[in-house]
């Protein structure tokens, strides 16, 4: 894990307040990690309370798929921080299907709530003071399978390249009042939802005279770890990326770099 520092050895995010949505396990509790090792003031959430929330961040049930849920964390962390400069929105995710026209209707909505709008909410509702402050910088966790969406997974895909059209253009939007807005997008990750997913996907598709383990191989050899997302992420929250925004940042081991 990297620890960010600056030039004179001063945690580079000290004084600063960040929101993580998701950041109870995983790549969100990476983020969180990160985030309080370079010195930051960490508020974070999940629909419901684990054991593996990094000590040292505040945490907070909530439900950022509707619209009420979404409201109540901004109300909280205003209350909380008197605002934040931080923004990072992990939650995310969807179960597979066997074919995109098994997909209830109900999932879509629920995968556009979760992966889309739950971030468009957050960054409605706090974005405005940053505007004042002329100053922010948001992160929104997309997947690197945007460009190559799979039937049993369009519902989910779709809602992240909404997700990254959404943050291009919010970049654009804030860019004039010194807030920037960048996207990360992870391919396979160690975390305990890609392999709940990943098992759905052989229960979904494996035959019983198949060897489940021929999945595309990531070229550099192993499945990403949460830290390895979180790095990307903090680097676009450092200095170093200060001319940085309406970038995606894909953090995938080549996974999806295949001519």
């Known amino acids: 894990m990297t620890t960010f520092e600056n030039g004179s050895g001063t945690r580079e995010l000290a004084g600063k307040r960040a929101l993580v949505t998701g950041g109870s396990r995983g790549i969100g509790a990476a983020v969180v990690r990160q985030l309080l090792d370079a010195g ?35 109300t909280t962390a205003q209350k909380t921080f008197g605002g934040v400069d931080i923004l990072v929105h992990n939650a995310g995710g969807a179960r597979p299907h066997k074919g995109s026209s098994a997909i209830p209707d109900e999932e879509w909505q629920d995968a556009l709530d979760l992966n889309l709008l739950a971030a468009v909410r957050l960054d409605s509702a706090l974005t405005p003071g940053m505007r004042e402050r002329h100053s922010g910088m948001v992160v929104h966790i997309s997947s690197a399978a ?67 383990t021929a999945v595309p191989t990531v070229p550099l050899g192993r499945d990403g770890a949460p830290d390895d997302i979180a790095n990307a992420v903090l680097f676009l929250l450092s200095e170093r990326a200060s001319w940085l925004t309406g970038s995606s940042l894909v953090v995938d081991g080549g996974e999806f770099h295949r001519g």
């Open 40 to 74: 930051a003031e960490v508020l974070t959430t999940a629909r419901s309370a684990l054991s593996t929330v990094p000590a040292g961040a505040t945490f907070v049930e909530a439900d950022v798929r509707t619209r009420a849920g979404a409201e109540a964390l901004a």
């Open 146 to 212: 945007v460009p190559t969406p799979v039937a049993p997974f369009l519902h989910y895909t779709a809602a992240k390249a909404a997700l990254e059209n959404y943050s291009r253009g919010l970049a654009l939007e804030l860019a004039p009042f010194g807030i920037r807005v960048n996207t990360v997008s992870p391919g396979r990750t160690a975390t305990p939802g890609g392999e709940a997913t990943r098992e759905q996907w052989t229960q979904l598709y494996a035959a019983p005279d198949q060897d489940d």
